[in-house]
């Protein structure tokens, strides 16, 4: 059980396009979804954290304009990276938690802007 | 200071020995604790969650707890090359409402050599 499912796991971009990450609770009802970023050798960095239903928190220093956060159901949770430049490629990784406070990860997905 | 400290490693032993990993943390609001093995690209897997003083056993994990020092361990008894990876300690402060949002340590990878 409490399987994240993500997609696409790896993805390439061209500058300026806009990229859609799907984040899934497969087999339970995510109450909170959490959106990270991971650099090479470096800890995950939590980017936003949202709620069904209502908007996303996002982190001090994450532009929420650029990391469009929806998630619109209990189950479905989308980042859309938009205009992504160089910069932006990364590992994003979601997680999902239930009405316990045990956070299940994706597998993550590996973005890469040309 | 960072909230949670973490020895980043790299930890290199022999199959079969004994692991010790560790994590100390300055805000004693910090009240449950959670352990994550992460493989190289992939999303964090949750190994143990713990949320008082003491031990917690899982076939070969060990998870332990000391909130007056402030300080958690993993042990990995009869080590194996699967268990190479980076571990990550994360927290969560007692009265984070609803984000129940992880503070994680920076990780340490572990290599286990056959």
């Known amino acids: 059980g409490a399987v994240v499912s993500q997609h696409p796991s790896w993805v390439i971009c061209k500058s300026g396009t806009s990229v859609k990450i799907e984040c899934r609770s497969l087999d339970f009802q995510a109450t909170t979804m959490f959106w990270y970023r991971q650099f090479p050798k470096q800890s995950l960095m939590l980017m936003a954290t949202s709620n069904e239903g209502s908007k996303a928190t996002y982190e001090q220093g994450v532009e929420k304009d650029k990391f469009l956060i929806n998630h619109a159901s209990l189950t479905l949770s989308t980042l859309t990276v938009t205009s992504a430049h160089p910069e932006d490629s990364s590992f994003y990784i979601c997680?999902?938690?239930?009405?316990?406070?045990?956070?299940?990860f994706g597998p993550g997905t590996r973005l890469t802007v040309t | 200071q960072k909230e949670v400290e973490q020895d980043p490693g790299p930890l290199s032993v022999p199959e079969g020995a004994i692991v010790s990993l560790n994590c100390t943390y300055s805000?004693?609001?910090?009240?449950?604790f959670m352990w994550y093995r992460q493989y190289s690209r992939k999303g964090p897997e949750l190994l143990m969650y713990?949320?008082?003083?003491g031990n917690k056993e899982d076939g070969r994990f060990t998870a332990q707890v000391d909130k007056s020092s402030k300080y958690i361990s993993l042990f990995i008894r009869d080590s194996q090359p699967s268990d190479s990876a980076t571990y990550l300690c994360?927290?969560?402060?007692f009265g984070s409402g609803n984000t129940g949002k992880l503070i994680f340590g920076q990780g340490t990878t572990l290599q286990v050599k056959p």
């Open positions: 805000n004693s609001a910090f009240q449950y």
């Open positions: 713990t949320y008082s003083s």
């Open positions: 997680s999902a938690r239930d009405l316990g406070r045990e956070q299940y």
């Open positions: 994360a927290m969560i402060p």
